[in-house]
Each structure stands twice: as structure tokens, then as C-alpha cells.
């Protein structure tokens, strides 16, 4: 496993495979050597983006993925807006259909989808994808996709 970040503590990766120990090559299917992520965010004002953006890149360094020019997006205002009318989001979902890269990376769940439907939908549609979604919080951590999902 790798060193925690210097900017965050979690790590919870591990813990969406059912709390067994393994690095993140035994979660994330095998589609390259060095698996691809976008990182995406919603920050409550504008001009603060960058910052959780900063440690989602440090989190995704950690794992050894790469983020491609464009993939870090973030959307700024309210979580409780839909995911359809967030034109961040809309950006990581074109680079996913495009096949740029191979999951994404959140700070929550709920900045995927803040209402219970809406999650179920982009999360249906993440795994239609063949995408893996982690939540660097530690309270998501049971939320996220598992082993078999991520077969699926």
C-alpha cells in the first residue's frame, strides 16, 4: 500500500475490497499499467476549486494513477444541484465515454450526486462505464463500489 498522503490521512480504497489489506492494482481492473482518473469536486465559492482539487492529486499520486490534461475538473456551488445541470461533471463523463480514463476520484459520494436517486443513476452509470469511483472520506467508505461491481 502506499504511504498515506502528506495531505490527507484516509485511504479508503482498502476498504471498499471488504477491508482485505491488497495494493490498488487488486482493485482496479486491469486496463493499463498505470490506471487513469479523473478528479472531480464541488467547492462551495468559486476561486477555492483548486484546493480540494490539490489533494485529490496528491491522493491519486499516492495510488500511482495519472490524471490526464482536462480531468481535473471541479464545479463550484451547491452539492444538492443535479449532476445533469454541473458542467464539470458533465466533462468527466465525456472523458469517461471517451475512454480517457478508468475511474474518478471524489472527496464524497455526494459530490457525485447529493440526492439518493441521482446517486443511483451516475453510479449505474459509472459501472455501464466500467469505472471504479473512490471517495477519499472516511465516513464513505462503505459506499463505494465493490469487487464485484467492479467486475461487473
Known sequence: MPPPSRRTGWLSLPHLLGGSH??????????APCPSVALYAVAPLRGVEH??????????DDWGWVVPAGCAVADSGP???????RAGWQ????????RLVHGVVVPSFAHVA????????ERAWLLEQ???????DPTELQAGLTPEELRA
Open 91 to 98: 466533462r468527466v463523463r465525456a472523458a469517461a465515454t471517451g
Open 51 to 60: 484546493l480540494v482539487l490539490d489533494d485529490l492529486a496528491a491522493y491519486a
Open 79 to 85: 452539492l444538492d444541484q443535479s449532476p445533469a445541470m
Open 130 to 136: 466500467g469505472l471504479f469511483v473512490v471517495a477519499t
Open 114 to 121: 447529493y440526492r439518493a436517486g441521482d446517486w443511483e443513476r
Open 22 to 31: 491488497r495494493g490498488p492494482a487488486d482493485a482496479v481492473p486491469a486496463v
